[in-house]
């Protein structure tokens, strides 16, 4: 399997007054093309300023960061802004959907900034709420819709655009157990499909279900756990 993701003794300081707090401290990690990978840690384990710069939202202080090859960590704003927009689709733990939009509008406005025609932007959203099981929903607004159903509008925006990588914040982190179940179902039936999943949380009992887990203390690794699943 190749590496989508090779990661070399990242570093990540951030100056509070006086103080330097080191948010990142080495951490090297390789992420095969196809893989589900979970990184899991408590509050302060460096695990969200990781999902920044694996996202392109945020870059180290030192070390490197190779995405299919390109080392990305010293790009600029606008290349960074490319490949956000082109190669990873992001779910956060909040849903983000503008209120006044349904589903299919919701889906439909990254596809929008990014310039795609009208026609093939309806298409791919209408393809990606299939996917998330809200064929019947399209018309729906998110005060109409169940937590997990807005969660899934967000993953279905995510997906519209076909990135290879899928960046999971957390995504179970606002739903019931039963909801939360069908939102990592879902992830798993999109890397069978064979995008790249990385899942952040805190919570060990998800984590165990990708396929790697990797856990961080202090902005350190601390645990590799292959074959969870």
Request: a neutral charge; proline letters at 3%; one cysteine or more.
């Amino acid at each position: 399997m190749a590496n989508l993701i090779s990661v070399r003794d990242l570093c990540k300081v951030y100056h509070m007054g006086l103080n330097e707090v080191h948010a990142l401290n080495g951490v090297s990690l390789d992420v095969g093309d196809g893989e589900f990978v979970a990184i899991v840690g408590r509050s302060g384990s460096g695990k969200s300023t990781l999902m920044n710069i694996l996202g392109c939202l945020d870059t180290p202080t030192s070390g490197q960061y190779f995405l299919n090859g390109e080392d990305v960590a010293g790009l600029s704003e606008k290349r960074l802004t490319q490949i956000r927009n082109r190669e990873i689709g992001f779910i956060f733990q909040s849903f983000n959907l503008i209120s006044g939009q349904n589903a299919l509008e919701n889906v439909e406005l990254p596809l929008l900034y990014r310039g795609v025609e009208r026609s093939e932007r309806r298409r791919l959203a209408l393809d990606a709420l299939e996917r998330v099981g809200l064929a019947e929903r399209i018309g729906h607004r998110p005060s109409q819709m169940s937590g997990g159903q807005q969660q899934r509008v967000a993953i279905a925006r995510a997906i519209a655009a076909r990135p290879p990588i899928v960046l999971a914040d957390e995504p179970t982190g606002n739903l019931d157990s039963k909801s939360g179940a069908e939102v990592m179902e879902i992830l798993h039936d999109l890397n069978r499909a064979g995008r790249t999943v990385i899942l952040i949380t805190h919570d060990e009992r998800i984590a165990r279900g990708a396929g790697r887990m990797i856990r961080l203390q202090d902005g350190r690794i601390a645990e590799r756990v292959r074959s969870c699943g």
